[in-house]
């Protein structure tokens, strides 16, 4: 019960990042800390705990997603185009949590996703594509899209 209480509410923000609904993300949560609890055998480190929950969080929400046939667009392959390389200049900008959180929720699933476990929960472009069944091409370019959304809808938001 202890570990539960230490790591649910850090679950569900990572669930409620990937499924963008607060029942389906308790659900999922709950369903993450029952196949952790069955194969709690299998956790060679007690320190490694957390991002080995994290982990189980991420594939049962991933799964709920695939279950639930939003992630149609996993079927579809991308060739990976190299998008215009311009770097990103530092710009002196103050934005709320809130406006970030809610831009990247407003992004479209393939977008949003990929961001996430991205910038968020430090996956690399290959272990993405292999949890999303794509190839590493598509990741790369499914993320550069999805940065230059996530960052017009923030300058669209800086501007009203």
């Keep these: 019960m202890q570990v539960y209480q230490m790591y649910k509410d850090m679950l569900y923000n990572v669930s409620l990042r990937?499924?963008?609904?607060?029942?389906?993300?308790?659900?999922?949560?709950?369903?993450?800390?029952?196949?952790?609890?069955?194969?709690?055998?299998k956790l060679n480190n007690d320190l490694n705990l957390g991002p080995w929950l994290k982990r189980i969080v991420i594939?049962?929400?991933?799964?709920?997603?695939?279950?639930?046939?939003?992630?149609?667009?996993?079927?579809?392959?991308?060739?990976?185009?190299?998008?215009?390389?311009?770097?990103?200049?530092?710009?002196?900008?103050?934005l709320k949590v809130e406006d970030v959180k809610k831009a990247i929720h407003a992004l479209k699933d393939k977008?949003?996703?990929?961001?996430?476990?991205?910038?968020?929960?430090d996956y690399s472009h290959k272990e993405i594509a292999e949890q999303l069944g794509l190839k590493e091409g598509t990741v790369?370019?499914?993320?550069?899209?999805?940065?230059?959304?996530?960052?017009?809808?923030?300058?669209?938001?800086?501007?009203?």
Excluded: P
């Design 111 to 121: 977008y949003r996703i990929i961001l996430v476990l991205y910038l968020i929960e």
């Design 18 to 41: 990937i499924i963008k609904n607060q029942h389906d993300a308790q659900d999922t949560v709950h369903d993450a800390f029952i196949k952790a609890f069955q194969n709690m055998s």
């Design 59 to 94: 594939n049962c929400s991933l799964d709920l997603l695939r279950h639930k046939k939003k992630l149609g667009w996993l079927q579809e392959s991308y060739e990976f185009q190299q998008e215009d390389t311009q770097t990103d200049e530092f710009e002196d900008i103050s």
């Design 140 to 160: 790369r370019n499914q993320y550069v899209r999805g940065k230059r959304l996530l960052k017009q809808q923030l300058q669209n938001k800086m501007i009203v």
